[in-house]
T-cell receptor, first 109, second 113 residues
């Protein structure tokens, strides 16, 4: 399978804490994207980082990319209960997305 | 709501029956993708269309699966002779040709008994 892996599989934190998720992918990429999925729903795009970028910020999100290690990380700062969801990285390769296995984040009030 | 709709949202069927799902993409989007997601896993690519042309099919898409996008607008995904292993969430996404992000619909959850 070309599917990437994410670590940790599950993460529980308190509101206000930071959450870090890591992703490893297998193929060469045009870009690496992160999506969020609330329970049983569709995916929502969060942020995209291109293969020639090393770090990107969007609001409370910070993404890093290390193409030499084929890895990326997503940091959510000052988490909120509404951030509770599953988070997936997706490598963009020849027009399709190859998703990781996901991290389930639970943020307790 | 991303603007991509899928119908039905839930489907329960018996093994051996045929099922068909529909996806309506964002109206100006040329590309339409189908993914399958099993419990606890990330979505896996099945196939995609550019306008009405089916450009790529995954090896996951067995002979029992067929997808169409006849007029380059909505798409249907049909599964013939369903098996219990087909139970999953089927996700549709759309994008413009030069757009790298995809907009996902809410998915159709299939349960094969």
């Amino acid at each position: 399978s070309q599917q990437g892996e994410e670590d940790p599989q599950a993460l529980s934190i308190q509101e206000g804490e930071n959450a870090t998720m890591n992703c490893s992918y297998k193929t060469s990429i045009n870009n690496l994207q992160w999506y969020r999925q609330n329970s049983g729903r569709g995916l929502v795009h969060l942020i995209l980082i291109r293969s020639n970028e090393r770090e990107k910020h969007s609001g409370r999100l910070r993404v890093t990319l290390d193409t030499s290690k084929k890895s990326s990380s997503l940091l959510i700062t000052a988490s909120r209960a509404a951030d509770t969801a599953s988070y997936f990285c997706a490598s963009h390769n020849t027009d399709k997305l190859i998703f990781g296995t996901g991290t389930r984040l639970q943020v307790f009030p | 709501d991303t603007g991509v709709s899928q119908d039905p949202r839930h489907k329960i069927t018996k093994r051996g029956q045929n099922v068909t799902f529909r996806c309506d993409p964002i109206s100006e989007h040329n590309r339409l993708y189908w993914y399958r997601q099993t419990l606890g896993q990330g979505p896996e690519f099945l196939t995609y269309f550019q306008n009405e042309a089916q450009l790529e099919k995954s090896r996951l898409l067995s002979d029992r699966f067929s997808a169409e996008r006849p007029k380059g607008s909505f798409s249907t995904l049909e599964i013939q002779r369903t098996e219990q292993g087909d139970s999953a969430m089927y996700l549709c996404a759309s994008s413009l040709i030069d757009q790298e992000t995809q907009y996902f619909g809410p998915g159709t959850r299939l349960l094969v008994l």
